[in-house]
Nanobody, 129 residues
Framework: QVELIESAGGLVQPGGSLRLSCAVS????????MGWFRQTPGKEREFVAA??????????YYGDSVKGRFTISRDNSRNTMDLQMNSLNLEDTGVYYC????????????????????WGQGTQVTVSS
């Protein structure tokens, strides 16, 4: 069993930065494909970013709306996954969820909620002036 615990989000001004962490317990983070989704007001849950587990190329994938601004990374020594968010804008406001799965999918299917087996409880990120 894998448990995912997101760090606290927060309030940040437009143009600012914020870093989220996801602590993984029960298994090594390197054994899982890891990702982030978000639920923004009035929209369906949206794929943010993901990377493949060790031994499968470590490829990273990003949603179109965050590409170039967000960076996903993994720290095996801390058994965590991070999401560095830069140049935040109002549309980035939402609840961010950490996800994990041991199953392998193509890059297209990794962007689907159904591909992911484990979910954190979510953390609120608010971008506001």
């Amino acid at each position: 069993q894998v448990e995912l615990i997101e760090s606290a989000g927060g309030l940040v001004q437009p143009g600012g930065s914020l870093r989220l962490s996801c602590a993984v317990s029960g298994r090594a983070v390197s054994n899982y494909n890891m990702g982030w989704f978000r639920q923004t007001p009035g929209k369906e849950r949206e794929f943010v970013a993901a990377f493949r587990r060790s031994g499968y190329g470590g490829m990273q994938y990003y949603g179109d709306s965050v590409k170039g601004r967000f960076t996903i990374s993994r720290d095996n020594s801390r058994n965590t996954m991070d999401l560095q968010m830069n140049s935040l804008n109002l549309e980035d406001t939402g609840v961010y969820y950490c996800t994990a799965t041991s199953k392998n999918y193509n890059s297209g299917n990794m962007r689907r909620e159904e591909a992911w087996d484990y979910w954190g409880q979510g953390t609120q990120v608010t971008v506001s002036s």
